[in-house]
């Protein structure tokens, strides 16, 4: 792995400053028989946090140690919550230098912050540590909301420094995920809260296993989801199957797009339907004869008519992929040209989704430049001069002018 930019590093370093400030000036009172219990928490969130579950496009984590966490912060308040979130998160990986010693300690003082902040929130908004018998719902979730959008806000800051894309779609897709696990982690952390006070630590280690099973049942929530994406690179390969001519083309398309996407300050959330609908905007050819889609010379007006056909049933095959929302709409108008003169539905500039307008131009701009039985592949610069003289007819000006600026830009790398 490539080591993170100086700017990235900075940042790290000043969350890192700042949790220690908070670990060192906001310390713990805690009685001293209580210091056992805490100890308990520090192992137990040590052990639910050995088995994170990655975030979508792995830019963060989330586990059932939040549970833990919260249950603390009930019982002896934001300041115990914040230290038994820095040193019980502490992961294997971590004492066995498999970590950048910055990267430990930035995760450490990222949700030390985190758990300070949500156990404030849950006292300003009424809740009172160490009475886990009378929680109420407001300070709960409260306390949820806030560890979350802090916890996810600090992560995506480090990710979108380090790799120079938009961190407001990062975090939404992030926050999405994560939140649904944190809601239904409070009523744990609840249940974990009133068992140390009946039956103090050894009961709390008996939950050990729901927990574990609440993790289990998160995992397979984001597992449905890559579930569904693993359906889009079968459709992609059956494709390339069907037509070897053309492999690989819906991958380039796919990346030119996401590039040329970023280039124009498209959110990241957008950028992975993009990405998707990259890969399957061809898909509605396997639905069209062999002897149509293979043909190398001109097709006669019936075969034409039946070659755009396939835009259509694209979008008909995808539209059952739930997960990728307006993705087969956008697979529906790829074909539509900027003076409206494309197809299937005649759709005219704006009206035509900006997805659609990047996709046709990343898809034009790979056919002209990969080479096929019947035609010789342009060269760049031949393939820059076509995209430009059809660029407001054809083509967006933006997104060609975002394009190119794309292609130039890996040309120099």
């Known amino acids: 792995?490539?080591?993170?930019?100086?700017?990235?590093?900075?940042?790290?370093?000043?969350?890192?400053?700042?949790?220690?400030?908070?670990?060192?000036?906001?310390?713990?009172?805690?009685?001293?028989?209580?210091?056992?219990?805490?100890?308990?928490?520090?192992?137990?969130?040590f052990l639910t946090e050995a088995f994170p579950?990655?975030?979508?496009?792995?830019?963060?984590?989330?586990?059932?140690?939040?549970?833990?966490?919260?249950?603390?912060?009930?019982?002896?308040?934001?300041?115990?919550?914040?230290?038994i979130a820095a040193v019980?998160?502490?992961?294997?990986?971590?004492?066995?230098?498999?970590?950048?010693?910055?990267?430990?300690?930035?995760?450490?003082?990222?949700?030390?912050?985190a758990a300070f902040l949500a156990g404030k929130t849950y006292v300003a908004l009424g809740g009172v540590p160490g009475s886990p018998g009378s929680v109420a719902i407001?300070?709960?979730?409260?306390?949820a909301l806030m560890y979350t959008i802090v916890n996810t806000s600090l992560i995506v800051g480090v990710v979108s420094i380090d790799e120079g894309v938009d961190p407001r779609g990062l975090w939404g897709l992030n926050f999405r995920w994560a939140m649904?696990?944190?809601?239904?982690?409070?009523?744990?952390?609840?249940?974990?809260?009133?068992?140390?006070a009946s039956a103090g630590a050894p009961a709390v280690f008996a939950l050990l296993i729901p927990l574990l099973l609440a993790r289990y049942s998160f995992k397979r929530?984001?597992?449905?989801?890559?579930?569904?994406?693993?359906t889009?690179?079968?459709?992609?390969?059956?494709?390339?199957?069907?037509?070897?001519?053309?492999?690989?083309?819906?991958?380039?398309?796919?990346?030119?797009?996401?590039?040329?996407?970023?280039?124009m300050g498209m959110n990241e959330e957008d950028l992975e339907l993009l990405r998707y609908v990259g890969m399957l905007h061809d898909i509605g050819k396997i639905g069209i004869r062999d002897s149509v889609l293979k043909k190398p010379?001109?097709?006669?007006?019936?075969?034409?008519?039946?070659?755009?056909?396939?835009?259509?049933?694209?979008?008909?095959?995808i539209s059952h992929i739930r997960l990728l929302g307006p993705g087969a709409q956008w697979v529906r108008h790829h074909h539509e040209r900027f003076d409206g003169t494309g197809f299937p539905d005649q759709l005219r500039g704006e009206e035509i989704p900006v997805g659609d307008r990047i996709i046709a131009a990343a898809d034009a701009f790979d056919a002209m430049t990969s080479e096929r039985p019947y035609k010789r592949a342009y060269t760049l610069e031949e393939a820059r001069i076509e995209m430009v003289t059809h660029s407001n007819t054809q083509f967006d000006p933006r997104v060609v002018e975002a394009l190119l600026a794309v292609i130039e830009d890996l040309e120099r790398r």
């Not at 590093?9 to 890192?16: E, F, L």
């Not at 019980?88 to 912050?113: C, E, H, Q, W, Y």
């Not at 929530?221 to 693993?230: C, G, V």
Request: aromatic share 8%; proline share 5%; with cysteine.
């Open 1 to 45: 792995m490539r080591a993170p930019t100086r700017a990235a590093r900075y940042y790290a370093c000043t969350v890192t400053a700042i949790g220690l400030v908070i670990l060192v000036w906001f310390h713990p009172h805690v009685a001293p028989g209580q210091w056992i219990a805490v100890l308990s928490f520090t192992v137990l969130a």
């Open 53 to 83: 579950v990655n975030l979508p496009r792995e830019n963060g984590t989330v586990s059932v140690g939040f549970a833990v966490i919260n249950a603390a912060l009930l019982l002896f308040g934001p300041e115990a919550a914040q230290w």
């Open 88 to 113: 019980g998160t502490i992961r294997a990986k971590d004492l066995m230098g498999k970590t950048p010693l910055l990267a430990v300690l930035f995760n450490r003082a990222m949700l030390s912050i």
């Open 138 to 143: 407001v300070p709960l979730v409260g306390c």
């Open 180 to 196: 649904p696990n944190m809601l239904a982690l409070v009523p744990i952390a609840v249940v974990i809260a009133q068992a140390y």
């Open 221 to 230: 929530y984001l597992d449905l989801r890559d579930t569904y994406l693993e």
């Open 232 to 263: 889009v690179r079968a459709l992609t390969a059956t494709l390339d199957a069907k037509d070897p001519c053309t492999r690989g083309h819906s991958e380039r398309v796919a990346r030119i797009a996401v590039a040329t996407g970023r280039a």
């Open 297 to 317: 010379g001109k097709f006669t007006r019936e075969e034409a008519l039946e070659m755009r056909e396939h835009s259509v049933l694209g979008a008909e095959i």
